[in-house]
């Protein structure tokens, strides 16, 4: 079992930055790839960005690359999302996910955080 708590949400303007950051507890949690996944309102959630556990692979949507960087420290089990050039689209509920799969699927994570909410303004 792993357990994820985010933290880091918050309302901002366009044009600012936030860094999200995901706590992972649990047997071996630093194992874990992570995800971050979001959902606006009346959307189906979306896969944002994803790190394996060694971090040797990254994955971006297309509508954050450039913009999103995602990093972990194991060290400390904490997986991060600095986001930057925030717009408003970006508003959303953001969430992060533990998986052994390499994937931009939500099937390919069996543990989620709570989320947290992130609001851009114009």
């Known amino acids: 079992q792993v357990q994820l708590v985010e933290s880091g949400g918050g309302l901002v303007q366009a044009g600012d930055s936030l860094r999200l950051s995901c706590a992972a507890s649990?047997?071996?949690?630093?194992?874990?790839?992570m995800g971050w996944f979001r959902q606006a309102p009346g959307k189906e959630r979306e896969f944002v960005a994803t790190?394996?556990?060694?971090?040797?692979?990254?994955y971006y949507a297309d509508s954050v690359k450039g913009r999103f960087t995602i990093s972990r420290d194991n060290a400390k089990n904490t997986v991060y999302l600095q986001m930057n050039s925030l717009k408003p689209e970006d508003t959303a509920v953001y969430y992060c996910?533990?998986?052994?799969?390499?994937?931009?699927?939500?099937?390919?994570?069996?543990?989620w955080g709570q989320g947290t909410q992130v609001t851009v303004s114009s």
């Open positions: 790190v394996t556990w060694s971090v040797s692979n990254i």
């Open positions: 996910a533990a998986g052994r799969g390499t994937t931009t699927r939500e099937t390919g994570y069996p543990y």
């Open positions: 649990g047997r071996a949690s630093f194992t874990y790839n």
